[in-house]
């Protein structure tokens, strides 16, 4: 199980052992990369009030635009993406991994540098090791099969062809964002630690299922 502060806990001689699965430079690389995401929430907002934006609806958005800087850098504090670039998508990133070439659409330049970004991080999360991946980024591992096969040089097209799909991790989830975007509010330590700990619990759902769909497609069943 991992806790909010990103710890994996496991049972030794009959109790709980943590360990570290990040440390305090990979944390603060996931928040400032999902600081940079809430301001690009708060950019589309603001040319579009009212719009859902990246899978959100408009008043998750709001609730997001409404957030001083304090506030985002708060919210931004979980041990996970707040965003996703199809992460669970196996033939989308094999596709990336193993094409030399791939077409990408032209983008805003903001949201074309937080893609490179976006994507710079995810390389090195995925090169430390598939757990990392799979708790930051939500990665199945055949997709993390594929980031491993990326090499550092297709950054800069990963970014680009990534960039049209990327969205709101949870956008559609009821309570994760409310409670996100109130997360500073009062009670701030209760709070916060709440809504990581919905994060988790949501990541490990989206692993059962994605680890049901891969025995589903195994050969031998």
């Known amino acids: ?71 985002r850098r708060a919210a931004a504090s979980c041990p996970y993406t707040l965003f996703n670039l199809r992460f669970e998508d196996t033939a989308f990133w094999a596709g990336v991994a193993r094409e030399g070439r791939l077409a990408g659409s032209a983008s805003l330049a903001n949201e074309a540098t937080f893609a490179r970004t976006a994507v710079f991080l995810a390389w090195h999360l ?20 594929a980031w491993r096969r990326l090499p550092l040089s297709a950054i800069d097209r990963a970014a680009t062809v990534s960039l049209p799909h990327l969205a709101a991790r949870w956008g559609d989830h009821p309570l994760f964002w409310p409670k996100l975007v109130e997360s500073p509010a009062a009670a701030p330590r209760a709070r916060g630690a709440s809504v990581r700990l919905l994060g988790l619990q949501l990541l490990a759902a989206d692993g059962i299922r994605a680890d049901g769909a891969w025995d589903d497609a195994r050969p031998d069943n």
């Open 126 to 145: 995925a090169q430390a090791s598939e757990l990392t991946a799979r708790v930051v980024l939500g990665m199945t591992p055949t997709v993390h099969q």
């Open 1 to 71: 199980m991992v806790d909010s502060f990103g710890r994996i806990h496991d049972v030794a001689d009959g109790g709980y052992r943590a360990q570290a699965v990040l440390d305090a430079r990979a944390l603060e690389s996931i928040r400032e990369t999902n600081v940079g995401f809430l301001a690009l929430v708060a950019e589309r907002h603001a040319a579009r009030p009212g719009s859902g934006v990246f899978g959100l609806t408009g008043a998750a958005a709001g609730g997001v635009a409404a957030l001083d800087a304090a506030g």
